[in-house]
């Protein structure tokens, strides 16, 4: 099982960068495809990037060019960076562990963080 921890959100101004961290419990986290979804108020949870066991990654074309996924297995963490950002980026953020190695869906993924609240300001 896979304890996962979000942290780096906070209010930011347009234009602005934020990083935000995921730290994963247990020592089989490079076994894990992982992921970053968002979900605004109203709206359904949407996917953001993904990155797969040999460090590949893929993002949404609403975030491709701005947002960078990474991981380091060394300590049992995902990264997003967030760059330019949007006030439409505005969501609680949250990231998951597939066993699977990764997926643009939800429903892929057997392990969830509480999420970290990220609010751009126009």
């Known amino acids: 099982q896979v304890q996962l921890v979000e942290s780096g959100g906070r209010l930011v101004q347009a234009g602005g960068s934020l990083k935000l961290s995921c730290a994963a419990s247990?020592?089989?986290?490079?076994?894990?495809?992982m992921g970053w979804f968002r979900q605004a108020p109203g709206k359904e949870r949407e996917f953001v990037a993904v990155?797969?066991?040999?460090?590949?990654?893929a993002y949404a074309d609403s975030v491709k060019g701005r947002f960078t996924i990474s991981r380091d297995n060394a300590k049992n963490t995902v990264y997003l960076q967030m760059n330019s950002l949007k006030p439409e980026d505005t969501a609680v953020y949250y990231c998951?562990?597939?066993?699977?190695?990764?997926?643009?869906?939800?429903?892929?993924?057997?392990?969830w963080g509480q999420g970290t609240q990220v609010t751009v300001s126009s």
């Open positions: 247990g020592r089989t986290f490079s076994r894990y495809g």
């Open positions: 998951a562990a597939d066993t699977g190695g990764g997926s643009y869906y939800y429903t892929a993924y057997e392990y």
């Open positions: 990155i797969d066991l040999n460090g590949s990654a």
